[in-house]
């Protein structure tokens, strides 16, 4: 047997080769470290700005809610809650929430009175790799979901990949798999697309779609616009007017072909749809006050006014001023005359909550103790 030699690493990296594609790569980074660009966020949150801060999607209720929230421990964070709802149709009249959060391991869980669970785990890697996992479960014959998430955070670009309900027991691969990636170009403009590829079976075809984003960063505002699959366009625009408020604007229009006519694909009419959507938010001393408005004559507000440290009131409204119904429509005839009345249904929804922070007297006392010095951990939320 002829005996095996051992290259030294030193050969490997004096290689000719090796030593101009390490120059390259290290000129290439240095002047990607001139540029100054800075991490643009995630594909997924390209408009967090407008959705989920000023918006009312993440924070709007009906009915009565009643929160309470016991955290036993802030350095590692550790709380559990429970919430008390009546008359929401969106919320179920128990929910019971554990909470556990360190550097690297961030865990939720959620457990309701019909017995759906669904928990969520979050760990860190290193400073630039974060895997998360998602799960449903609820009782009866009903579908689990599982989803699988992976987000590398770098220095000027983001990159995910995420997987929905994956398999492979049946002998192929079916699920949703979501791949996405958004580059910073300059310091104040980023580019990046999302590829879709899904199959619901193995007896079923794949299907794949790919989107496309962009972000623009000025010093005030934000803009970002996203052109979707089958011809649907959204865009936004976000602006703080001052160091209080910000305000903040989303238009969405789908182009898809519908059936007769002409101007379609395949001879189709080409059906035209669109909302735009309009709202502010105003932060006071101890209050949080939202207000949005949509072209479809929807207006919803949401007011959240910290009372004592420990509790805080919200109230929320929507009122829907253009929804008209088939049986709304009246005829009635006099003097020969045929008056037609159009009764316009505005539907209202109204919430009120009221959230309860107790904390234990050794937390507080360990807070007093520290006085403010201990700082929270990082949680990988």
């Known amino acids: 047997m002829a005996d095996l030699k051992v290259i030294p690493v030193d050969a490997v990296s004096s290689n000719p080769i090796m030593q101009t594609l390490r120059n390259a790569y290290l000129s290439f980074s240095e002047r990607r470290d001139a540029l100054g660009l800075s991490n643009p966020g995630t594909v997924e949150n390209v408009d ?49 929430t554990a909470m556990y959060g360190t550097d690297k391991v961030f865990m939720q869980g959620n457990v309701d009175n019909d017995g759906q669970l669904s928990a969520r785990t979050n760990y860190k890697w290193n400073n630039w790799l974060v895997t998360k996992a998602d799960t449903q ?142 709202g502010a938010k105003y932060d006071f001393r101890n209050s949080t006050f939202r207000a949005q408005v949509d072209s479809t004559g929807k207006l919803s507000c949401l007011l959240e006014k910290r009372v004592l440290p420990p509790v805080q009131l919200t109230f929320a409204g929507e009122i829907d001023h253009f929804k008209v119904s088939a049986h709304d429509f009246c005829v009635s005839k006099i003097a020969s005359v045929m008056l037609i009345y159009v009764h316009v249904q505005q539907q209202a929804k109204i919430g009120l909550a009221v959230s309860i922070e107790a904390a234990g007297e050794e937390l507080m006392q360990q807070q007093e103790q520290a006085g403010g010095n201990v700082a929270p951990p990082a949680v990988p939320f």
């Open 137 to 278: 479960i609820a009782p009866g014959p009903g579908p689990a979901m599982l989803q699988l998430d992976n987000e590398i955070t770098g220095k000027d670009f983001s990159a995910g990949l995420k997987a929905v309900n994956p398999s492979i027991i049946e002998g192929g691969v079916s699920g949703i798999f979501i791949g996405s990636y958004l580059q910073s170009l300059t310091p104040s403009l980023a580019v990046g697309l999302e590829a879709v590829w899904s199959r619901a079976a193995l007896n079923a075809p794949p299907e794949t779609a790919v989107s496309y984003v962009a972000k623009y960063r000025g010093l005030d505002w934000i803009a970002s616009a996203q052109l979707q699959p089958q011809g649907a366009v959204s865009t936004s625009y976000w602006r703080k007017l001052t160091d209080r408020v910000e305000a903040g604007a989303d238009l969405n229009l789908q182009f898809a072909p519908g059936s007769g006519g002409r101007g379609g694909l395949m001879g189709g009419a080409m059906r035209k749809e669109g909302t735009a959507t309009l």
């Open 48 to 96: 967090r700005e407008v959705k989920k801060n000023v918006f009312l999607t993440n924070f709007t209720f009906s009915g009565l809610r009643a929160d309470l929230t016991k955290p036993f421990s802030m350095t590692p964070l550790f709380q559990v809650a429970h919430a008390f709802s009546m008359g929401s149709q969106g919320l179920p009249p128990y929910n019971f």
